[in-house]
């Protein structure tokens, strides 16, 4: 699972071209916040994680 805010300062652009760096199940959510999306989206954060979660149960 990766994941981008739209409004990180950090990483302009997002992280959606390093998907070819994983070996297993991946997926790329794309949410309207900044870099410290725990914070700033917690929602989407949790999902995120529900979501891998998920993938071992």
């Given at each position: 699972?990766t994941?981008?805010?739209?409004?990180?300062?950090?990483?302009?652009?997002?992280t959606?071209?390093?998907?070819p760096?994983f070996?297993?199940?991946h997926?790329h959510?794309?949410?309207d916040?900044?870099h410290n999306?725990?914070w700033?989206?917690?929602?989407d954060?949790?999902?995120?994680v529900l979501?891998?979660?998920?993938?071992?149960?």
């Amino acid at each position: 699972m990766t994941l981008d805010g739209t409004r990180d300062p950090l990483k302009p652009g997002g992280t959606a071209s390093h998907a070819p760096m994983f070996s297993g199940r991946h997926e790329h959510r794309v949410v309207d916040c900044g870099h410290n999306l725990p914070w700033e989206a917690p929602e989407d954060f949790a999902a995120a994680v529900l979501t891998v979660r998920s993938w071992t149960s």
